[in-house]
Antibody, heavy 117, light 110 residues
Framework: EVQLVQSGAEVKKPGESLQISCKASGYSFSTYFIAWVRQMPGKGLQWIGI????????RYSPSFQGQVTISADKSISTAFLQWSGLGSSDSAIYYC??????????WGQGTLVTVSS | QSVLTQPPSASGTPGQRVTISCSGS????????VSWYLQLPGAAPKLLIYSNTQRPSGVPDRFSGSKSGTSASLAISGLQSEDETDYYC???????????FGGGTKLTVL
């Protein structure tokens, strides 16, 4: 059974760094893209970017380029989303999902990130 | 401002058939397959339709998708109370080289 299990909710202060994770199981992690999607409170879905774990090929939406870093560790079948300096506008739920044939067929449960002073 | 355009709301009565539209452009829907996602309150989105018309296993055949040109539609027949939730369309965008989403449609079962 394909599963994506994300790390727990985070509460951070503005300017702090953060890394959240997405652990995959039930399939060959290296050979499928992992996507990250943001959902701000009460809003729709926004594409952040994708990574191909086999070679760490990473692509970002122009809206998120330079704002976040996507990475993956094949040895532990885990993808990561990282911020070096959070802002209040980063408060949102972040989902990882498996990208296959340009569709998101399996999703993680989401990680709530709250940035507040 | 979402790249794909969906109506913010839709409604129907139990047993009725409702459709939700999704409009895009030649760089996304016009040239790529559309997928639809359902998101129950407090839950992660779930794939509902892919490749314009295909249903993943476990999705009832009450749900169907179609595409024509730069627009797509999700149809739900035999509307049930548990269908009341948010629906999103998505398609790959060749210009952005990523997936773009509609703003979401909140379906109300009256």
């Amino acid at each position: 059974e394909v599963q994506l299990v994300q790390s727990g909710a985070e509460v951070k202060k503005p300017g702090e760094s953060l890394q959240i994770s997405c652990k995959a199981s039930g399939y060959s992690f290296s050979t499928y893209f992992i996507a990250w999607v943001r959902q701000m409170p009460g809003k729709g879905l926004q594409w952040i970017g994708i990574i191909y774990p086999s070679d760490s090929d990473t692509r970002y939406s122009p809206s998120f380029q330079g704002q976040v870093t996507i990475s993956a560790d094949k040895s532990i079948s885990t993808a990561f989303l990282q911020w070096s300096g959070l802002g209040s506008s980063d408060s949102a739920i972040y989902y990882c999902a498996r990208l296959y044939a340009r569709k998101l067929d399996y999703w993680g449960q989401g990680t709530l990130v709250t940035v507040s002073s | 401002q979402s790249v794909l355009t969906q109506p913010p709301s839709a409604s129907g009565t139990p047993g009725q058939r409702v459709t939700i539209s999704c409009s895009g452009s030649s760089s996304n829907i016009g040239n790529n397959a559309v997928s639809w996602y359902l998101q129950l309150p407090g839950a992660a989105p779930k794939l509902l339709i892919y490749s314009n018309t295909q249903r993943p296993s476990g999705v009832p055949d009450r749900f169907s998708g179609s595409k024509s040109g730069t627009s797509a539609s999700l149809a739900i027949s035999g509307l049930q109370s548990e269908d009341e939730t948010d629906y999103y369309c998505a398609a790959w965008d060749d210009s952005l080289n990523g997936l773009v989403f509609g703003g979401g449609t909140k379906l109300t079962v009256l």
